[in-house]
């Protein structure tokens, strides 16, 4: 597989190098959750790191799991959990291969498509649309991570990766998925420049 390894991110954990992480949940879920957008749902959470969004979704009713590569996330997710008493499935898996047991409602993506090489985005699309049940929800965030290199050279840069709306478009096609009509909400980011939030539907 192209792109970061286990060990990499296992090893970015150890060293406290987790820039993406903001110490608490991305503002953005809080928005979908606080508005009502985003209801208790069965919902995965891929790439979910520390376990932020994990926690909070399970203190607000949802039937969650988070799915890690990485030891250290799995471990401090589940710690997470259970330090605020809540009850959430997290499982380390490859979300390459990863097979939900039925299907989910929605689905939360924050840091985990930046965090693939884009070799493996298509891949990844085919797993969230496999994962929801039809008219099921896809609440994305995209990092915007433009790089010289990459307009000038056609480098691939990352993790995390430029997720461009229209190489996303791509990815996710009309014939599969509704989308909203932009302009979309720009999430800052204290360490990594800014998300773009959409919410697609799967046909």
Not at 11 to 29: K, V
Request: charged share 20%; with cysteine; proline share 9%.
């Amino acid at each position: 597989m192209n792109g970061p390894t286990r060990a990499f991110w296992q090893e970015r954990f150890d060293t406290a190098q987790t820039g993406w992480d903001r110490g608490g949940p991305s503002p953005q879920l809080l928005a979908w959750l606080d508005s009502g957008a985003l209801q208790p749902c069965r919902i995965a959470v891929p790439g979910c790191g520390n376990g932020w969004e994990v926690a909070e979704l399970a203190a607000r009713g949802f039937d969650v799991t988070g799915i890690d590569y990485t030891e250290a996330a799995v471990t401090r997710a589940r710690a997470l959990c259970a330090a605020r008493g809540v009850q959430a499935r997290i499982e380390q898996a490859d979300v390459l291969a990863f097979q939900a047991d039925a299907p989910y409602d929605a689905i939360y993506e924050q840091t985990c498509l930046c965090a693939l090489h884009p070799d493996n985005w298509t891949a990844y699309a085919g797993q969230l649309h496999a994962w929801l049940r039809p008219g099921g929800r896809l609440f994305a965030l995209l990092m915007q991570r433009p790089r010289p290199a990459a307009t000038e050279e056609g480098l691939i840069e990352g993790p995390p990766y430029h997720c461009d709306i229209n190489a996303v478009r791509a990815l996710f096609p009309a014939s599969l998925w509704q989308w909203p009509k932009p302009p979309y909400p720009k999430v800052s980011h204290p360490s990594l420049s800014h998300e773009l939030a959409v919410t697609l539907s799967k046909v």
